[in-house]
Nanobody
Framework: QVQLVESGGGLVQPGGSLRLSCAASGKILSINAMGWYRQAPGKQREFVATITHDGSTNYTGSVKGRFTISRDNAKNTVYLQMNSLKPEDTAVYYC????????????????WGQGTQVTVSS
C-alpha cells in the first residue's frame, strides 16, 4: 500500500506565491516520475509539470517560468513552487506518483493525491 499526502494549497492574491508538497509513504521500492496535474471547475484535469527520478523536468506552456517542480528522493516528496500566480491558475491540484512497490519490483503503479485547492483571487 502506498499513501500520498498533499499540502500547501490555499487562497492567494494575484501575483502571489504558494508551495505545494506531496509526500509518498508505504511499501515503496523506488519512485520513477512524479508530477502535478490540476482541474478547474467545469474543466478536464490537465497536466502541469513532471520530474523524473534524475531531475529532468517538463512543464505545460502556461506555467513555464512561473512554476518550479522539484523532488527530494530521500523523503519521497515532490514539490511545486508556484510564483506570479494568476486567477486562471485556480484549480484543485493533484500530485501523481509512479511507484515501483516492494512487493512487485517489476511493475510500476500510478498513485494520485487527494487534491489540494488553490484559489487565486483578490
Amino acid at each position: 500500500q502506498v499513501q500520498l499526502v498533499e499540502s500547501g494549497g490555499g487562497l492567494v492574491q494575484p501575483g502571489g506565491s504558494l508551495r505545494l508538497s506531496c509526500a509518498a509513504s508505504g511499501k515503496i521500492l523506488s519512485i520513477n516520475a512524479m508530477g502535478w496535474y490540476r482541474q478547474a471547475p467545469g474543466k478536464q484535469r490537465e497536466f502541469v509539470a513532471t520530474i523524473t527520478h534524475d531531475g529532468s523536468t517538463n512543464y505545460t506552456g502556461s506555467v513555464k517560468g512561473r512554476f518550479t517542480i522539484s523532488r527530494d528522493n530521500a523523503k519521497n516528496t515532490v514539490y511545486l513552487q508556484m510564483n506570479s500566480l494568476k486567477p486562471e491558475d485556480t484549480a484543485v491540484y493533484y500530485c501523481n506518483v509512479k511507484v515501483v512497490p516492494t512487493m512487485h519490483p517489476l511493475y510500476e503503479f500510478d498513485y494520485w493525491g487527494q487534491g489540494t485547492q488553490v484559489t487565486v483571487s483578490s
